[in-house]
Structure formats: C-alpha cells, structure tokens
C-alpha cells in the first residue's frame, strides 16, 4: 500500500514525443508490458545508467547507440532484464533495435533497448517481433498513462507527473514517469524513468540539467540499498515548444521545474517502496561534508534495525543513535550530535534529551510520514535522502517474487 | 529457530576461573541476567571492543581500567545497555564497579563492566548493589553455563564451548561463552564474547593472539550490518595450569584451538540469527587483495534481496549477480566472474552457465546450510564471511522487541 501516493493524472503531452504500450506477452499475462516512446528528430538526450558492473545486455547497448546517433525511439519492456544473459543477451538487445528500426525506417542505432524484470532468462525476441508494427500504429501523444502503467514491474501504481514552466518565450511542457519499488538506491538502482519536454535545448545543456536534476532525486532515495544491473534515467528535449532559454533566470526555472519533477518521480519510488508502510525523509544538518552527510544518512536508511522500528512505529532512538556511530565518520564528537523525530529532540549532546518523553516520540512515529533529523555539529553542509521501512510485506515481495 | 545449533555441553572449568550467575532484576523477569567472572590475580587480559563512535558507558570505563590494572572482576548484565546515557551512564558504570571492588576488596579498576540490552535506560545500580554480595559467595569454576544464559538477550540459545590442547608441557583448557543473535557485523558488533584459558602467557603475546582469533572468526560474521554500542571480546588466561609454550609449535598449536574456539562462538551467533533459517557461508575466491574481497562478501551477505532470496530457498542468483555487480570494486571483469551455490556452477563467465538446471540450484537452495562461492579471477587471495537470511521472524523480532 503506497505512503501518500495515488495514481497519476492530468498528464500533458509533450510536442514531438509520442508513445504507445501493448501486451506482448514477455512474461505476464493481463498487461501490458511493452512501451514505445517516438521522439521529434530535433530532439536532444541525455541518460545516465546504473553503475552496476553487470550492467545488463540492453544498458550497454543503449550507451553505445546514444553515443553513436540522436535517438528516435526507446523500447521498454518489462518482465524480463536480459541481464545475466551473456553473449545472446546482447545479440538479443541489438535484435529488438533492429526490427524496431526496420519497421520505423530508421537507423538501428537510432532506437535505445530498456528492459527491467527478471534476471538470467532470454529475452523473446518473437513476442517484440510480433508487437512492434501495432506499437508504431499505436502512438500517440497522450498515452503517458499506459506507457508509465507497462514499464511497472513490483510496482503496485503507475508514477508519473507534468509540470508546466513559463519561461520568457512562452510556456513549455515536462512530463516524466518512472518505475521502481524495490532493489533502489543511489546510482540508479532499479528502476527506470523517462522525462520528456519539448524546450529547446543543447546537447551540452541537457547533460548539465540532467546530472543535476539527477543528483538531487534518484541519487537521494533508497529502498533496501541494492541497485540492479538495469537502471536508467533518461531526459529527452524535442524542441518542438520553438521555445529556449533567453534569459539566465529561463535556465533556472526550467531547472526548478525540472528538480521538482524528478524529486516527485524519485519519491514516488519511494512511497510505492516494496511493502513500504512509512515514508521517510533523513535529514543530516551540519556536516563537514557532503560525502560524509550521505554517509551517515544512508547508514541510518539501510539499518535494518532502524527500518523494523520505523515499521513497529516504535521511537527506538537507540537504533538511530547506533547507525549514526558506526556510519564511519572520524572523530565523531558524539557530545555534539543531536537527533529530532519529527519537531521531537530525543537526543540531544549524544545522549537521551531531558525534556524527551515516550509519548512525544510515540506521537510522531505513528505518522506514515517521518522526519529524522541528525545534526553532527561539525561544518555547514546539509542533506537530504528519502526512504521506507522493512516490514512484513517487504520480506513477503521478495521471497515470492519470481516464484 | 537456530540452524544446526544446540545448548552447550561438557564445558570445562579452567582453573583460576570462577563464575556466577544470578537473576538481579535488571529488565527482564525469571531468568538471571546478570553474570560475575572472577581471575586469578597472575591473569592476563585481552580485549577489543566496538567502533562504534556511540559507545556506551561500559565500554569507556573497561576501556580505561584495563589501561590501568589487571581485571580482576567482569561484571555483566543483560536487559540495559548503559548506552546513550549521557554523563549518568558512566556514573553509573563507575557506581556498580565500586561496589563490586567493595565487596571484593580489589580496586575498583580492577573491575570491568559490560551491559547489553536496550538503549537509552538509566542503568538500576539499585538491582547490583543487591546482587553482587550473593553472586561473589557462588563464584564457581563450574558455572559456565549458568554464566551463558545469563548474558542473552534476543538468543534463543546459549552459546559457549571448550577445547582442550596438549602443549608439550601438558594439557591446558579454553573455554568461552558468547550472546548475540542481531546487530551482528565485524568489528563488534551487538555480542559479548569471554573467553578464559589456564594457559601462561604473557600480555603482549595475548594481545596478538587475541587479535589474530578474532579477525578470522567475530570479525567475519554478519546478521544485518548494524553494530552495536556495547560490543566487546575478551580472552582471559589465568595462568594457573602452569603450562605456557616451550616451543613455537606450542604456541601454533593453542593459537589453531583458539581460533577453533573463535569460529565456533562466532558461527553461533549466526545460527542463531534472529529470524535465521539458512546458516551461509560466503566465500570469494581470486581476489586482487582482503580488502575487495571482503568487500564482495558483505555486499552479497548485507543485500537484503539476497537474503530474502536465501530465506525463499529461491536460487534467484541474478540477485547474487547484482550484488557483486555493485559491490564497488574497480574495473571488475565480470566476464572472469564465476558464482557456485553448493557444487552448482550456477554463473559462468559472468552469465548463466550452460550446464545450470534450476533443479540443481533448488536442491542447494532447500538446504539449511548454504554456500555460495564467488571466483572473480583477479589475484589468489580467498576470504570467507558467514551469514544468515532474512525471514518474517527477522522482521517480527525486531519490530516488536522493546514494546
């Protein structure tokens, strides 16, 4: 049951960019599981994948046709990775891009392969062969909706989200959907999300914006800190607005705009986190550094002590306090260290606060929406990472799965 | 449940070694919970103790007593930490080692504290001022057992063992006990160790002794990652069999029944891993140095979409695959990576082996005890780590212990 999430709507096209989705039969039955996404020959790409050193058969495909040509088309399926797979693996990802390509009269090193499911098995290239011609049929600017709901796997609700921005020269579109709820964390874990607009945008501009809109979104949220071998972020500008960025302040609203959309896409990863029942935002004030900030961050969202209170709704401060010790920051001065549940101090100068009771930090735990704040007295830097709880059903998801 | 594990039997006395036992009222009702270990005064004493930068009170005091004297007394309660106490925590450490030196008319840095249990309690001096007068008048050589139960906290068993060695002086005795069952991770985590010999040796020849049993055994263990504030490990000898070593191959030889002693006390812990089913050896192969493959190991041992994969008997080894994938080592080949569960080649060459039937791999899989071997073809260096899975009951322990 996602925390604070619900379906999307109003979703607005995107000028230039048109998808389709369709049941082709990978490994569900019932659903889709095949997503098209056409884009504007103008248009300007940026991605970013996982860093998982088996990165799968499609990723390093997808890398190289980037590298090589502008892409016109991204073909996503779910069910099946094609990672793991070897050699025919990749001869299996060129051959989706090939039929795509010969039926779209493009290129083949125009099309990027994305696949997400599961691990090990071949990828059936027949049932891409069969579904490819009804998805070239199929494509329209308005399907966002079912292109977002095809590319879902553990998830249990589609994710997806518009913004507007009026810039200087008129008014431009971002629309971007994503999938992921479980195996997530930093460096595109895995999950998948493509975020369209039709600005008019360099090759450069849109790497820059891109990396941080990344940086600030996907690379803050984790589930159960494992990453696959399949993620991939990907921002697609078609140019079809005829709108730029004419003045500096137009590049600093689009790329608000463009935070906000990736935040929401990467919380929502979150929400719908695989048996997630909490919602939870750590926050770490006054590091020396960025580095070790995250560090002690992530430590206290990986603890599984910490999540199995966060789920009990139990303030075990204790566990958060002991994260916080062992996230290997030298020369930790505990005595300067205070944690706040919520508007809570329950641990202030490293040990329990005086004015601390039960009761208050019972109050805030039974939220769905938390808030731990660690403030380590050492520098001026502050971070922000999201993520969820282990619960039952999390153990549930993932001993069933595949199964 | 714990996998292949039972209460302790035939444990020796050691000489020069009395212990006690008794229910103090720390926490818990019924069952004793607090434990007295007494030392020839000729003893030598070596420990390690937690890094995590929170550690409690206890651990700071044993600290700077044993810099300061020869311990004489471990006074060990179960039921409170002592941690996250603030300056009343070591007030109270320092209390009950007072009282102790009092009634057994030593310093009182002679006395070394330990607690384990809940976080963040004021520590009930009240309940060892009580207990301490009964616990010295049943001081007993025998009394390990005793001794065992009462230091558990979450443990479903006690955990303790001995082994003789015949030194060409004669025959000495090693005996140890340990409790720890969650918050297991190298380096100390949530577990006491103490572990006493009548053999003679000298405090520098302890030091290193210690140091080496530790590293292959307490220090190559995980439950979930999280260490905890009160960790600590120490080796006693006494002296008292007058039998010290005559030749290196003495020396050798009580070092390979220590390290014997070790692994077995640490081995416990994860047997009986809160929630454990599955007792796992991960062991990587062709390393380039320990460092990285210590590295692959817990990346694989801490994943917890292995671990629920472990717990489902699932032989998903593409979640094993991910694992390493993203356990950070530089410029990984994985087309050297080779992955067996059991006998089963199940990756070969950094994808699916042809010869791998999931039949083979379930069979493994349905066992209780598991390994799973990583060769990354980079070096000759092998390490081994020991874990367990992630069950419902993990999740259930954890998120209602303390409420």
């Known amino acids: 049951m996602p925390v604070g999430l619900s379906s999307p709507h109003d979703l607005l096209p995107v000028k230039g960019v048109r998808l389709a989705a369709c049941a082709a039969g990978i490994r569900y039955q019932g659903r889709d599981d095949l997503a098209l996404i056409e884009l504007h020959e103008d248009s300007t790409v940026a991605a970013v994948f996982t860093r998982n050193a088996f990165c799968a058969a499609p990723v390093v495909v997808a890398r190289q046709h980037l590298a090589q040509a502008s892409a016109r088309y991204l073909l996503i399926n779910s069910g099946n990775a094609n990672a793991g797979t070897g050699a025919a693996g990749f001869d299996d990802a ?165 935070d906000s959309v990736y935040r929401h896409l990467a919380q929502a990863l979150i929400r719908d986190g695989e048996g997630a029942t909490k919602f939870v935002e750590i926050r770490v004030n006054e590091a020396a550094n960025e580095q070790e900030a995250l560090s002690v961050a992530y430590t206290v969202a990986h603890s599984p002590l910490v999540k199995t209170a966060l789920f009990a709704s139990d303030p075990n401060w204790g566990r958060i306090l002991a994260a916080v010790g062992r996230s290997g920051i030298a020369n930790m001065d505990v005595d300067r260290v205070h944690i706040d549940l919520g508007d809570v101090r329950i641990v202030e100068n490293g040990a329990r606060a005086a004015s601390y009771t039960e009761a208050q930090g019972q109050a805030v735990m039974d939220q769905d929406e938390i808030v731990i704040s660690i403030t380590l007295g050492r520098g001026d830097v502050d971070s922000v990472i999201w993520t969820s709880d282990l619960s039952f059903d999390y153990v549930k998801i993932n001993a069933e799965y595949r199964t």
Chains 1, 2 share one sequence.
């Open 94 to 258: 060129r051959a989706v891009c090939t039929l795509m390509a010969e039926q779209a009269h493009v290129d083949m090193v125009s099309v990027l392969p994305f696949s997400t499911g599961v691990i090990g098995e071949p990828l059936p290239v027949t049932a891409f062969e069969a579904a490819i011609p009804g998805l070239l049929k199929g494509l329209d600017d308005s399907a966002w909706s079912s292109a977002a709901e095809a590319i879902m796997t553990t998830d249990t609700l589609p994710k997806a989200l518009s913004e507007k921005v009026t810039l200087s020269g008129g008014e431009v579109v971002i629309t971007g959907m994503a999938k992921g709820a479980g195996m997530i964390r930093p460096d595109m874990a895995t999950m998948l999300a493509f975020i369209a607009t039709d600005v008019v945008i360099d090759a450069d501009q849109i790497k820059q914006m891109h990396a941080q809109a990344v940086e600030q979104s996907f690379n803050r949220v984790t589930v159960d800190g494992d990453t696959s071998t399949n993620d991939a972020c990907v921002l697609m500008a078609s140019g079809q607005s005829g709108i730029g960025f004419a003045h500096e302040q137009d590049q600093l609203l689009f790329q608000a705009a463009l």
